[in-house]
């Protein structure tokens, strides 16, 4: 039996069963990261990473979508020469029914008592 082909360009992904909380709440515990979360769950699809207007550098920026890929918040996907960001938001409901609504409405109320 041989093992599918594995591109250089596939990029590492836990499984549904290897989410963990801990793991996602590290991986939303930043303001730049869930900044990221908020729009991908607003848009409600794939974005490219360069759609995100971040105040961060681009490495900084490379290292907040791996640390919310390796959390399993999102999925990322090259599609062509873009790369495709995604909310695995029916993993993360399945998994942990109502944290996410409940971050993301948590998040839009600070923005607005904060002004941003």
């Known amino acids: 039996m041989t093992s599918p082909t594995v591109s250089s360009r596939d990029l590492p992904h836990p499984t549904r069963e290897e989410i963990r909380l801990e793991g996602v709440l590290h991986a939303l515990s930043d303001p730049m990261r869930l900044r990221i979360v908020r729009e991908l769950a607003a848009v409600g699809d794939e974005l490219s990473c360069s759609h995100f207007d971040l105040?961060?550098?681009?490495?900084?920026?490379?290292?907040?979508?791996?640390?919310?890929?390796?959390?399993?918040?999102?999925?990322?996907?090259?599609?062509?020469?873009?790369?495709?960001?995604g909310l695995r938001k029916e993993d993360l409901d399945d998994l942990f029914p109502g944290l996410l609504d409940a971050l993301l409405a948590s998040a839009s109320r600070q923005a607005v008592r904060l002004g941003g």
Not at 57 to 85: D, P
Request: net charge positive; glycine share 6%.
């Open 55 to 85: 105040p961060v550098t681009k490495s900084t920026t490379t290292h907040h979508f791996r640390v919310l890929r390796e959390s399993g918040v999102i999925q990322q996907i090259y599609r062509g020469t873009a790369k495709m960001n």
